[in-house]
C-alpha cells in the first residue's frame, strides 16, 4: 500500500466517523459516551493523516 492510497483511506474513515457523530448527535437517544469515543477515533485518524502528509 502507498502512503497515498493509505492516506485516502485515512480520510476516508475520518469522513465516515464525522457522519456516524452527526447522526448521533441528532438522535434523539444520544449516547454521550459513544459519540466522544468516536470523536477520539477521528482525532487519531486527524492526527495520522497529518502526520503522513508531513513526511
Known amino acids: ?3 497515498a ?3 485516502q483511506e485515512l480520510r476516508r ?3 465516515h466517523l ?3 457523530v452527526e447522526r448521533e448527535q ?3 437517544a444520544t449516547d454521550a459516551l459513544k459519540i466522544a469515543d468516536m470523536k477520539k477515533q477521528k482525532m487519531k485518524l486527524k ?3 497529518n502526520r ?3 513526511a
Open 1 to 3: 500500500m502507498t502512503v
Open 13 to 15: 474513515k475520518h469522513e
Open 47 to 49: 492526527e495520522e493523516i
Open 5 to 7: 492510497s493509505h492516506l
Open 52 to 54: 503522513l502528509a508531513q
Open 26 to 28: 441528532r438522535s434523539p
Open 18 to 20: 464525522s457522519d456516524m
